[in-house]
Nanobody, 119 residues
Framework: QVQVVESGGGLVQAGGSLRLSCAAS????????MGWYHQAPGKQRELVAT???????NYADSVKGRFTISRDNAKNTVYLQMNSLNPDDTAVYYC?????????????WGQGTQVTVSS
């Protein structure tokens, strides 16, 4: 089994910062892409940022220049540094990772961590 656990969410004022962490544990093989999605109330889950095992990154337009994704492959951990937060960033943030097992790609998700930005 694979466990994916996020941490670092909370309540912050507009303009503030938060750093999310996500650690994978259990039967870990080679992890390909890791990433973050968010889901605001009443909306669909949306991509925030992804990072490949080679370090290539991709960001949603709404977070470019404010958020930075990074990963520590030795610790099977991905981070999301969020700066200049605004109320529109309020959502549950989910970590995801893609892992290849016996030639098959699997996606794993965490339970989510709440981020609330007050105006």
């Amino acid at each position: 089994q694979v466990q994916v656990v996020e941490s670092g969410g909370g309540l912050v004022q507009a303009g503030g910062s938060l750093r999310l962490s996500c650690a994978a544990s259990g039967r870990i093989f080679r992890i390909n892409t890791m990433g973050w999605y968010h889901q605001a109330p009443g909306k669909q889950r949306e991509l925030v940022a992804t990072i490949t095992n080679g370090g290539s990154t991709n960001y949603a337009d709404s977070v470019k220049g404010r958020f930075t994704i990074s990963r520590d492959n030795a610790k099977n951990t991905v981070y999301l540094q969020m700066n200049s937060l605004n109320p529109d960033d309020t959502a549950v943030y989910y970590c995801t990772l893609q892992m290849r097992v016996l030639g098959v790609l699997y996606d794993y998700w965490g339970q989510g961590t709440q981020v609330t930005v007050s105006s």
